[in-house]
């Protein structure tokens, strides 16, 4: 994980430059649908800030963290709350977050971590909170770009899911890379129920 926080450190201008203005709008209203008006959103791993600035501009309350300080300065700057600096294994809050949005920032864990991430993201939503998380479509794990990277098929998803007893998978599907020139690479969304 040391290498990836590295990479955004390093690349921390040039990847807000490249992600803060994409529209991501349906899959953020999708979302947003299943919560309350003002609920309190968590964006853990929120990158350049853009989906937690969307949230806000939409009523909700929102805490944003993130593992690289030089990404949690510019999303700060970007979104106009403190985002805090946090590694995912540190989340320690227990029935606090009415949802979870996890975009593209959990895929960076190998297996055994990410299952032991997503038992701590389900102790932290409220019961009957959810959990969004996006993941290249794929079976590759390993380094890509800078960056150590787990893909998922709606296979490896559901054995990870299915080691959290406390979620189930509410909805799960496959989407384009909205950004310009990337529409071939696919990604799954999944948005998880916490049930008990």
């Known amino acids: ?25 349906e899959i953020q209203d999708r979302f947003l649908s299943k919560l309350l008006p003002g609920a309190l959103i968590l964006d853990f791993g929120c990158g350049s800030g853009r989906d937690t600035k969307y949230f806000l501009e939409h009523g909700f309350d929102v805490e944003a963290v993130d593992g690289s300080e ?6 700060s700057a970007c979104t106009g709350i403190t985002v805090r600096h946090m590694y995912f294994d540190q989340l320690k809050e227990k029935d ?3 949802g979870i949005w996890a975009c593209s920032s959990i895929l960076h864990l190998d297996v055994e971590s990410l299952t032991g991430v997503l038992k701590k993201m389900a102790a932290a939503v409220k019961p009957q ?7 290249k479509y794929g079976s590759f794990s390993g380094m ?18 299915g080691k959290v007893e406390s979620l189930a998978v509410e909805e799960e599907w496959i989407t384009s890379d909205v950004r310009p020139g990337r529409s071939e690479e696919k990604w799954l969304n999944i948005i998880l129920r916490r049930i008990r």
């Not at 040391?2 to 490249?18: C, G, L, R, V």
């Open 96 to 98: 606090k977050y009415d």
């Open 129 to 135: 909170g959810i959990i969004y998380t996006s993941f």
């Open 144 to 161: 890509r770009n800078g960056r150590f990277f787990t893909d998922l098929t709606e296979k490896t998803a559901e054995d990870i899911s």
């Open 70 to 75: 030089e990404m949690c300065r510019l999303a």
């Open 1 to 25: 994980m040391a290498e990836t926080i590295d990479y955004y450190n390093t690349h921390a201008q040039a990847f807000f430059d490249s992600t803060k203005d994409i529209a991501f709008t």
